[in-house]
């Protein structure tokens, strides 16, 4: 797997090669064909958003470095994990990269973009600034088919960000 990682903040990426993880339990496989870059990914990769008048958040936390950002993720399913169902090696798809934990109330609730602990593909989680990534659960995957690959992908930031706010 071929990625490029964070290894210290505000510093170019690096190229990293590494074995392909192989999906256990409910995991997939994705291999990216596009992935967008997002302004929260340019933060990210700076350690900080900057809040005017030489005011900075940090965004430093959350993540062990190297680190591959990218949470605009379309691809196709490589492999499933044993327990992976309702979904096919081939099929196209973009990545919802919104993981919550699981376990905590809002989670359990079905509100996972609300969790505490999230564990999002490309902000805590390595993500799609790769050739590969791996989804704990196919409920992540949504069909592409039909959609521009190169914007599909982009629909699971801004496009979500657009359509919440209507």
Known sequence: MKSQKIIGYGEPLKAFEEPNPQPIGTEVLVSISHCG???SDLHIHDGFFSLGNNRKLD???GRELPFTLGHEIHGKVAALGPKATGIDVMDECVVYPWIGCGTCAQCENGQENLCGSNRNLGTRKDGGFSDHV???????LLNAT???SGLAGTYMCSG????SAL
């Open 146 to 148: 039909g959609v521009p």
């Open 160 to 163: 979500l960000t657009a359509y």
């Open 134 to 140: 791996l989804v704990p659960h196919p409920r992540y």
């Open 59 to 61: 965004t430093s936390g």
């Open 37 to 39: 870059v997002c302004h």
